[in-house]
């Protein structure tokens, strides 16, 4: 079969995780990266090992990206991309505090203009497909050590939904917002549950709860625009 899924951040974390999920469901996939090549090398071998191809592509966000010479490449290929899902993130602590505007630019670069501008040029390349964000629990709450980054999940929250309603009926765009799921790189599953004290369920999730999610909204043809909190209430506290 050709048909392919784009997984950006697919090197690690939540996007290493949903590439293993779709190559599992006989998804071809294009593993997006950006300096992690050893990481992306060795989720590319864990996909090949369901019998499905893959390729890696290298990007920089930060750049100044042509995507629709990127799909056009790829259409050229025979490579027909009928999913797209954008996990590439930044987060770095950020205030009112903070002089200028650096961390602003690559926060909103990262986190919102280059899944706004994957999204057009996919919509434009293609007839239908499916496409997936992800944000955060953190977009429903109005205080954060997170500023930029805050600003960035929740500016693509709404354009989730600005593009669930401009690309229907061919096209449906949802959103996954996990909560406490997997610790900051520096940080160890104790952090997240001493955080967890203070959340409804009072419990942490795992990549489990974020399959299930992912999976749901893969199958769901009659759902799109909207933002499934994987969360344990937190985003309701």
Request: net charge negative; with cysteine; proline share 3%.
């Amino acid at each position: 079969m050709n048909r392919y899924a784009l997984v950006t951040g697919s090197a690690d974390r939540i996007g290493k995780g949903i590439a293993l999920e779709l190559a599992s469901q006989g998804y071809n996939l294009l593993l997006h990266y950006n300096s992690s090549q050893q990481k992306a090398d060795s989720v590319k071998e864990l996909v090949d090992a369901f019998g499905v191809r893959s390729k890696l592509l290298q990007i920089d966000f930060m750049a100044d990206n042509d995507f629709d010479s990127i799909f056009k490449s790829l259409k050229e290929e025979g490579i027909n991309v009928e999913v797209l899902v954008n996990c590439a993130s930044d987060f770095r602590p950020s205030g009112f505090d903070d002089v200028g505007s650096d961390l602003y630019r690559k926060e909103m670069k990262i986190n919102f203009e280059n899944i706004y501008l994957l999204t057009k040029a996919f919509a434009r390349m293609y007839d239908r497909g499916v496409i997936i964000n992800f944000i955060d629990t953190k977009v429903e709450k109005n205080y954060s050590k997170h500023l930029d980054y805050l600003l960035s999940k929740k500016l693509l929250k709404e354009f989730t939904k600005l593009s669930a309603v401009h690309l229907a009926p061919n096209f449906r765009v949802n959103a996954i917002a996990p909560g406490l799921i997997l610790p900051p790189k520096d940080k160890d599953e104790n952090y997240l549950l001493d955080l967890a004290k203070d959340i409804p369920l009072k419990t942490i999730g795992g990549m489990d709860e974020i399959l299930k999610a992912f999976r749901f909204l893969m199958d769901s043809y009659f759902v799109t625009g909207q933002v499934l909190y994987i969360d344990g209430g937190d985003h309701l506290v």
